[in-house]
């Protein structure tokens, strides 16, 4: 991956983002709110490996490079990651979505259907739940850059950390929509248990890293 910087090319992501907003704003039933909580996460994962790349490699930030390059690395394939969970999201979606067309004019009928419901649900709670990781993951990566980064961009790492604390509680919400029609105790359990994990905390460390930004640039917050 690099970064152009070169205007024509930025131009040219503006008809493709439009047309994805316009789709997200249709009354499709795909993208959705999945889709937009993947897209936020690698975003964040995005801007992660942009500050890595304005500071990997350059004399003034050498000495942090044992930090700084694994992080770079690791964004660069969050951002893969996750832009592939936009897709498996979507076809997650269509699958319940063909659980609940299913006929239920018999007994046998409604059983099978509430099985294909239920082993639908569970499946559309992976690709959430992979975003949730992953974005937790960006938050972490986001304190390497905050702390060791080219200090012209760490504000970035900070946004970076809030996106991906959004996209964290926005995947929850997505895996928690599917976990009531799974009917399955044990797997909600175990996946309560890490969202637990996974939002501990996440807000704190956003939080930690705005106080570092706003320190280093000397900035005090005004109170009326």
Not at 36 to 41: C, L, P, R
Not at 179 to 191: E, F, I, K, R, V
Request: charged residues 20%; contains cysteine.
């Amino acid at each position: 991956m690099t970064k152009s910087g070169n205007r024509d090319a930025r131009g040219d992501h503006g008809p493709a983002l439009r047309a994805y907003l316009d789709d997200l704003a249709s009354s499709a039933p795909v993208p959705g709110g999945g889709s937009a909580a993947a897209i936020g996460a690698a975003h964040a994962a995005a801007l992660v490996a942009m500050v890595g790349r304005l500071t990997v490699g350059r004399d003034a930030f050498s000495e942090f490079e044992n930090e700084t390059a694994p992080a770079l690395a690791e964004a660069d394939d969050l951002v893969g990651a996750l832009h592939s969970q936009i897709t498996a999201d979507e076809e997650a979606f269509d699958a319940v979505m063909c659980a609940y067309r299913q006929p239920r004019d018999t007994p046998e009928a409604r059983r099978s259907r509430r099985q294909a419901i239920g082993e639908a649900s569970r499946l559309a709670t992976i690709p959430p739940m992979e975003v949730a990781r992953s974005a937790r993951r960006v938050v972490d990566l986001a304190v390497v850059m905050a702390r060791y980064g080219n200090p012209m961009v760490i504000s970035d790492a900070a946004v970076a950390a809030w996106s991906a604390v959004a996209a964290i509680r926005a995947s929850i919400m997505n895996v928690r929509v599917n976990l009531g029609a799974t009917n399955d105790p044990h797997y909600s359990s175990a996946c309560e248990s890490e969202i637990a994990k996974l939002l501990s905390n996440a807000d704190q460390i956003a939080s930690d890293i705005d106080a570092l930004v706003l320190s280093h640039i000397g900035y005090a917050p005004v109170t009326a």
